[in-house]
């Protein structure tokens, strides 16, 4: 398959630039396969599309506010996104402007609410540039990343997503990119299927016989690299890590059991179902995967995807035209694109069965 297959026209306006203010207030686009039906309604409504029995799967990875800024001992200002922690807790990053940086230096973290102020007793030493924009940083303190971030890090918004001064939008975006059922920290973007839960629709949910069954996959650079080769077979995913406990993975197969359906909520729960299934059935486990699904591939778990609309030329958009076909996928784009939803992160929602 070409990768041109995947592109289609969006009008920049439609880019959702601020979440709504009730998560479930988002529309959703519900389509049905057997019958190549789309229906049009709000979030609030995927209930009514769900039977007692049935499974949600949840990804419960939280992101965490991997933007980051640094300084240089001659006061340049670095913009970084963490990655992951690799050897001898030193950080896997991604750096903006770094051109001039060399293995050797040391550089400073800086605090965005404080002018870039430099910070004395949080340093790095710049260990290695493997290229691509990635950095390895050696920390001169003890302090644990996640508190470090926490403390001084910015929620790592998609570009498309624009802010001015983003620490002016921080008290916003930091609970609002984010599920209400995150639980284990480790994703660098969040698993946006789930933004549109309440606390209230999935307890209607459960009180309904709708089961809920978490799994973990932390979303990294392979959840949204863009696709650059001209055959989509030739990229070449980067591995995330996954994990599924024993109580989840038996909810999981106590479903497929009653032949009652899981419904994937986002992408990447499809892709960690599919990475650990097998002969429909499923062990706990954990682990790294870097499974690339595109169209043409035979889905072994999922009956039904709970997913946003996705940038063009993704591997997102890919594995969403696997599951319901290229033209039914584009053609349902081309008819939110008319009826203006709202695309991407902080956007609108579908529903295929």
């Not at 807790?89 to 800086?110: C, D, M, Y």
């Not at 284990?184 to 309904?208: C, M, R, V, Y």
Request: aromatic fraction near 10%; include cysteine; glycine fraction near 6%.
């Amino acid at each position: 398959m070409q990768t041109n297959e995947l592109d289609y026209d969006l009008p920049p306006d439609l880019i959702a630039q601020q979440p709504l203010i009730e998560r479930s207030d988002s529309r959703l686009l519900v389509m049905d396969r057997s019958r190549n039906q789309l229906e049009h309604r709000r979030f609030g409504n995927l209930i009514d599309y769900l039977h007692p029995g049935d499974c949600l799967v949840l990804n419960d990875s939280k992101v965490i506010p991997a933007r980051f800024y640094l300084r240089r001992s001659t006061g340049g200002r670095l913009e970084g996104l963490f990655l992951k922690l690799i050897e001898q807790h030193t950080w896997q990053v991604l750096l903006k402007n770094a051109s001039r940086l060399k293995p050797g230096e040391i550089i400073f973290l800086a605090d965005p609410r404080q002018q870039y102020q430099p910070l004395s007793h949080l340093s790095f030493t710049v260990t290695e540039n493997p290229g691509q924009g990635l950095w390895h940083l050696q920390p001169q303190f003890e302090d644990n990343f996640l508190t470090v971030l926490d403390s001084y890090g910015i929620t790592p918004l998609p570009p498309y997503i624009h802010r001015g001064k983003d620490i002016d939008y921080e008290t916003q975006d930091r609970p609002r990119y984010q599920t209400v059922y995150a639980r284990t920290a480790g994703s660098i973007a969040a698993p946006t299927a789930g933004l549109h839960f309440t606390n209230e629709l999935l307890n209607d949910l459960q009180n309904k016989n709708i089961r809920l069954a978490r799994v973990t996959l932390h979303v990294g650079l392979g959840t949204f690299q863009p696709i650059t080769t001209e055959a989509l077979e030739d990229h070449q995913m980067h591995s995330e890590y996954y994990q599924l406990n024993e109580p989840n993975a038996e909810l999981i197969n106590q479903t497929l059991q009653r032949g009652s359906r899981l419904v994937a909520v986002g992408t990447t729960a499809v892709r960690t179902l599919e990475t650990i299934a097998q002969n429909k059935h499923i062990q706990p486990s954990s682990g790294w995967t870097n499974l690339f699904i595109t169209p043409g591939y035979k889905f072994q778990l999922v009956g039904g995807l709970v997913t946003n609309f996705h940038l063009p030329r993704t591997s997102l958009l890919a594995l969403v035209c696997a599951f319901a076909s290229r033209e039914k996928i584009i053609a349902a784009y081309q008819e939110a694109i008319r009826l203006q939803y709202r695309f991407y992160s902080y956007g609108d929602a579908m529903l295929i069965l």
